[in-house]
């Protein structure tokens, strides 16, 4: 593996930013003018690559539960622009996060195919409605600057955000129905350098928000939780059996119990969190990392940089196709590219620095935040010598179920080690994930995620 090029120049040219008006926010009259209902400009970009807003109708009808996504999407038929890759970086840079750039400059084969710009995340009514009333200040972080206190839910937060913090509540309050039910996630780790040998995990897992019911409430009158997840290991047989229930709270540090079969017995874990090393990848993979940021704020100060366009996965239905093999799209430095889309948009820029007297192996990250749908897309983490040391991708899509974009499908590259990971979608599990609008089924309730619960689930 070559050595990381020298990125100053280029990180200097990726930070031409839009600056952040903070005497705008607060109001509400600008959603739906000139601004969308969640808060992205609705302008055109100067070039008119990027398109001017409009309702999006991506989604043809017809799809149900087991037809693929991708058959489906009205843009399926678009062909590439043109590709980035080794030979002509340099002039996007600007266009790409730091570490897309040194991604590209030292693997060897690797590129970004560039797609027209679709603009194709929208969200229901009830959910603008309540975005609205968060604009006009039901919407409030708590006195340490980084807890969300309140706000009227399913809604964004801080459409129009005044720091950091705002924004990335904005991400992982995204509406995506009450949650989603992964029924089988293949997750990878490449080989180490000179071994062939896959850390190949197949898990099954379960996402529930609390506060995603359709229509309006207030968080501050529902337990303050972000999320809760089920997480079990299927494959292979070291970890067969291990399960975990996690809850991710809005204004403390997240708690998880795990459940381990040989000793039949379901502990807390109070140190699995933040930046521990997650079971079974080799220490590739750390708690915070999925879904691009998971967990609690509270180790970090954020500061909102402002805006830039950037080409980012977007209508990435690839990354979503369960029938794919995985020796098909799995090479061993990156997923093949025909499953990875990227579009010119514009995203929040906001950088993370560790807080004075609190220790995390990356102390400085930037991560990159679509302004159409909230979604976390990218992230550079350097280490402690400041050294640029991972990247992290997702890949958002219109989602047929919920009327909004999601982006759990995630690949994560050890800039360093030159190891990748993908994991958070069923791309070659065998069997799709579907997000769920009602909470019918258990899995969808408080009492699903609890210890004793864990336990007598585990133990069937």
């Known amino acids: 593996m070559s050595r990381l090029p020298n990125l100053t120049t280029a990180a200097a040219v990726a930070f031409v930013l839009q600056t952040v008006s903070v005497a705008a926010l607060a109001d509400s ?14 302008s055109a970009s100067k070039d008119g690559v990027i398109p001017a807003w409009k309702t999006p109708d991506a989604n043809l009808p017809g799809w149900s539960a087991g037809k693929k996504r991708k058959d489906f999407f009205k843009f399926k038929d678009d062909k590439p622009l043109f590709s980035i890759d080794v030979t002509n970086v340099d002039k996007y840079v600007d266009k790409l996060s730091p570490g897309q750039v040194a991604l590209i400059k030292q693997t060897k084969g690797y590129r970004m195919d560039v797609y027209p710009t679709r603009r194709t995340c929208g969200n229901p009514d009830f959910v603008l409605e309540n ?75 379960t996402y529930y928000y609390p506060w995603g019911k359709k229509g309006s409430a207030m968080l501050s009158q529902i337990p303050p939780v972000e999320y809760e997840t089920y997480f079990a290991y299927e494959a292979p047989t070291a970890l067969a059996g291990q399960a975990l229930v996690y809850t991710s709270y809005t204004d403390k ?3 998880t119990f795990y459940y381990f079969p040989g000793q039949r017995r379901v502990r807390r874990m109070p140190t699995y969190s933040y930046d521990a090393p997650q079971v079974g990848f080799e220490n590739q993979y750390t708690v915070d990392e999925p879904r691009v940021f998971n967990g609690t704020m509270d180790r970090f100060d954020w500061k909102l940089v402002g805006k830039k366009e950037m080409y980012i996965g977007y209508n990435a239905f690839g990354m979503y196709d369960p029938s794919v093999g995985f020796d098909t799209v799995a090479g061993s430095e990156f997923i093949d590219p ?29 991560f990159y935040i679509d302004e159409d749908s909230w979604s976390l897309v990218a ?41 990748y990971l993908f994991d958070q979608g069923p791309l070659a599990a065998g069997q799709d994930m579907h997000w769920v609008v009602e909470a019918k089924d258990p899995r969808f309730r408080d009492a699903f995620y609890t210890a004793d619960n864990l336990r007598a689930i585990s133990e069937r």
């Not at 924004?167 to 071994?195: E, H, Q, T």
């Not at 995203?347 to 004075?356: D, G, P």
Request: glycine share 10%.
């Open 29 to 42: 009259s600008r959603l739906g003018a000139e601004l969308t209902g969640a808060g992205a400009d609705s």
């Open 131 to 205: 975005t609205k009333k968060n604009a006009d200040g039901a919407a409030k972080l708590g006195d340490d600057g980084w807890s969300l206190k309140d706000a009227a839910v399913p809604g964004i937060p801080f459409a129009i955000p005044a720091n950091g913090a705002q924004a990335m509540w904005n991400a992982k309050f995204k509406y995506a129905g009450v949650g989603i039910d992964m029924v089988k996630v293949f997750v990878a780790l490449s080989p180490r350098k000179g071994s062939s040998e896959w850390v190949r995990i197949t898990s099954t897992q």
């Open 253 to 255: 540090a997240s708690e």
């Open 338 to 366: 025909v499953q990875r889309r990227y579009e010119l948009h514009r995203v929040w820029v906001v950088e993370a620095t560790v807080r004075q007297g609190v220790r995390h192996v990356a102390p400085k990250r930037t």
């Open 379 to 419: 992230a550079d983490d350097y280490d402690a010598q400041g050294k640029l040391w991972k990247l992290r991708e997702s890949f958002v899509i219109p989602i047929q179920e919920t009327g909004s974009c999601d982006n759990p499908a995630f690949v994560q590259y050890n800039l360093l080690e030159g190891r």
